[in-house]
């Protein structure tokens, strides 16, 4: 289509000066000036030229079916019935002359227009059909200025922006790809902190990471003597499980009140406590107290005893301490009556509370004091029965030791009862005593109750005619059992 931009035809204003010399010279030929193929435009007085037609909305000639026609015409991207450019609607009827179009429409203001690339890295037209200055930051990466990127006004995760030189002005990081140790943290880039490759109390060098115990990087800066990750090792200390704490990222140390199992810790305290060994008990500092660990703990009461430890020998048992982990009296200095059998101290037994029971001498039985009972042994122990106790017998009735005797007259017998009729020996009151042939019937036996045979106990013994039975006859029997 042919573009109207010299405005073809007449205009109004010198429509007079036209029309009055196209008469004069139209009388003097005795012809007419508009003939039949000439066009009126009667709405502004206008005739256009063969070809032509008014435009709809401006006294002016354009090409029939051309820019002007207030309708839209192959070719075209916009007609409002004239053409004027400044309307929304350029004079050549191409442009709407929007910014962003991709036509530079200079006379609505726009100094440039690369359409969809505006504001873009590649154009240097913003957003505003306006050139750019060439500046980090406006969007637009110049190469001929140093750039290699340009995110904007904003960091991007691989363009630093303009803040960059703002932070350090004399290093020209603006613009620039990031990396890690450049000085300038850019968080669009993963970056947490930036301290120019040195690690520091709150950054981890080159990989710009804020220090956290257990990142596996080993920051001396933030205060760490070690880092191996989040588990302990039997040199470091993890973190806690996430918990943090003071003693993390440390190397072990009993009494840093962090338990690191895997440096031998199953409890940690500085001093002694019920249940742990503080810093200073040697091999078994910061371990779970114990009786037989070899420390003594006198804050710690082992299991099934009232009182805390005396001394520890490391589970052995000696003069001056029950070493094992048994009983009452562990850990304990010895006693009879301690309720600890110590065989250091010659006890094969030991009641607690240290009294006498069928199995033990108690306390007060001197040398044989917490040792198995036996009769003979030099001690009565009431509650102990002896293998071969009469029957009847309850216990111990004496013991005299090596003296015991089974012959002796009125020495305690060998199953350690005291001298009784009827143990064959004649002791101090009896008249006789022939043990077991004791006898309330035998003739002339010595009776059961140790006296000898006589007259009146029911048995006619030698020299007797009666004895409390009847004489023959009518006669009786006597006093000194002969028959009156």
Same mark, same amino acid.
């Given at each position: 289509?042919?573009?109207?931009?010299?405005?073809?035809?007449? #205009?109004?204003? /010198?429509?007079?000066?036209?029309?009055?010399? +196209?008469?004069?010279?139209?009388?003097?030929?005795?012809?007419?000036?508009?003939?039949?193929?000439?066009?009126?435009?009667? &709405?502004?007085?206008? #005739?256009?030229?063969?070809?032509?037609?008014?435009?709809?909305? &401006?006294?002016?000639? +354009?090409?029939?079916?051309?820019?002007?026609?207030? #309708?839209?015409?192959?070719?075209?991207?916009?007609?409002?019935?004239?053409?004027?450019?400044?309307?929304?609607?350029?004079?050549?009827?191409?442009?709407?002359?929007?910014?962003?179009?991709? +036509?530079?429409?200079?006379?609505?203001?726009?100094?440039?227009?690369?359409?969809?690339?505006?504001?873009? %890295?590649?154009?240097?037209?913003?957003?505003?059909?306006?050139?750019?200055?060439?500046?980090?930051?406006?969007? =637009?990466?110049?190469?001929? %200025?140093?750039?290699?990127?340009?995110?904007?006004? &904003?960091?991007?995760?691989?363009?630093?922006?303009?803040?960059?030189?703002?932070?350090?002005?004399?290093?020209?990081?603006?613009?620039?790809?990031? #990396?890690? @140790?450049?000085?300038?943290?850019?968080?669009?880039?993963?970056?947490?902190?930036?301290?120019?490759? =040195?690690?520091?109390?709150?950054?981890?060098?080159?990989?710009?990471?804020?220090?956290?115990?257990?990142?596996?990087?080993?920051?001396?800066?933030?205060?760490?003597?070690?880092?191996? @990750?989040?588990?302990?090792?039997?040199?470091?200390?993890?973190?806690?499980?996430?918990?943090?704490?003071?003693?993390?990222?440390?190397?072990?140390?009993?009494?840093?009140?962090?338990?690191?199992?895997?440096?031998?810790?199953?409890?940690?305290?500085?001093?002694?406590?019920?249940?742990?060994?503080?810093?200073?008990?040697?091999?078994?500092?910061?371990?779970?107290?114990?009786?037989?660990?070899?420390?003594?703990?006198?804050?710690?009461?082992?299991?099934?005893?009232?009182?805390?430890?005396?001394?520890?020998?490391?589970? %052995?048992?000696? &003069?001056?301490?029950?070493?094992?982990?048994?009983?009452?009296?562990?850990?304990?200095?010895?006693?009879?009556?301690?309720?600890?059998?110590?065989?250091?101290?010659?006890?094969?037994?030991?009641?607690?509370? /240290?009294?006498?029971?069928? @199995?033990?001498?108690?306390?007060?039985?001197?040398?044989?004091?917490?040792?198995?009972?036996?009769?003979?042994?030099?001690?009565?122990?009431?509650?102990?029965?002896?293998?071969?106790?009469?029957?009847?017998?309850? /216990?111990?009735?004496?013991?005299?030791?090596?003296?015991?005797?089974?012959?002796?007259?009125?020495?305690?017998?060998?199953?350690?009862?005291?001298?009784?009729?009827?143990? /064959?020996?004649?002791?101090?009151?009896?008249?006789?005593?022939?043990?077991?042939?004791?006898?309330?019937?035998?003739?002339?036996?010595?009776?059961?109750?140790?006296?000898?045979?006589?007259?009146?106990?029911?048995?006619?013994?030698?020299?007797?005619?009666?004895?409390?039975?009847?004489?023959?006859?009518?006669?009786?029997?006597?006093?000194?059992?002969?028959?009156?």
């Amino acid at each position: 289509m042919k573009r109207v931009k010299d405005k073809h035809g007449v #205009r109004l204003w /010198g429509l007079c000066i036209a029309v009055t010399a +196209i008469v004069a010279a139209s009388a003097a030929s005795g012809s007419c000036a508009f003939d039949s193929k000439t066009t009126l435009c009667e &709405q502004f007085g206008l #005739r256009c030229k063969e070809g032509q037609q008014c435009a709809t909305k &401006q006294a002016m000639c +354009i090409d029939i079916g051309g820019c002007g026609n207030n #309708r839209m015409d192959p070719g075209e991207e916009c007609d409002d019935g004239n053409v004027m450019d400044g309307d929304g609607c350029s004079a050549d009827c191409m442009s709407k002359e929007e910014c962003g179009n991709g +036509i530079p429409d200079t006379k609505v203001g726009e100094a440039c227009d690369d359409g969809i690339k505006n504001g873009s %890295v590649e154009s240097n037209c913003g957003m505003d059909c306006q050139f750019r200055s060439r500046v980090c930051g406006n969007g =637009m990466v110049e190469k001929e %200025v140093g750039e290699e990127c340009d995110p904007g006004a &904003q960091d991007s995760i691989d363009c630093n922006s303009n803040q960059a030189n703002l932070d350090f002005p004399d290093l020209h990081l603006g613009c620039k790809a990031p #990396r890690c @140790g450049d000085g300038y943290t850019n968080m669009a880039a993963h970056e947490e902190c930036d301290t120019f490759g =040195m690690q520091t109390k709150g950054c981890n060098g080159t990989p710009c990471t804020k220090p956290v115990c257990g990142d596996n990087i080993h920051n001396q800066a933030a205060g760490e003597d070690c880092d191996n @990750g989040s588990a302990d090792t039997v040199g470091c200390n993890g973190n806690n499980n996430g918990s943090g704490g003071s003693a993390t990222c440390k190397f072990p140390s009993c009494g840093d009140g962090y338990i690191n199992k895997m440096a031998h810790e199953d409890c940690d305290s500085v001093d002694d406590t019920s249940s742990c060994n503080g810093k200073n008990a040697g091999a078994v500092s910061c371990r779970s107290a114990r009786c037989g660990d070899g420390h003594t703990n006198a804050a710690f009461t082992p299991p099934g005893s009232t009182l805390p430890e005396q001394c520890d020998t490391g589970g %052995v048992d000696t &003069q001056a301490c029950n070493g094992r982990d048994d009983g009452p009296g562990s850990c304990r200095k010895p006693s009879c009556g301690d309720g600890y059998t110590n065989p250091a101290i010659n006890e094969d037994c030991d009641n607690l509370g /240290g009294g006498d029971s069928s @199995g033990c001498n108690g306390r007060t039985a001197g040398s044989m004091s917490c040792r198995t009972p036996a009769c003979g042994d030099g001690y009565r122990n009431a509650s102990f029965k002896p293998p071969n106790a009469d029957p009847g017998q309850q /216990g111990e009735e004496c013991d005299d030791g090596s003296s015991n005797s089974n012959t002796t007259r009125d020495a305690c017998r060998r199953n350690c009862r005291n001298p009784h009729c009827g143990d /064959g020996v004649r002791d101090t009151g009896e008249m006789c005593d022939d043990g077991n042939n004791n006898s309330d019937t035998a003739k002339d036996a010595c009776r059961t109750d140790c006296t000898r045979a006589h007259c009146g106990d029911g048995v006619k013994d030698t020299g007797e005619e009666c004895d409390m039975t009847a004489c023959s006859g009518m006669q009786t029997c006597n006093e000194s059992c002969h028959c009156i």
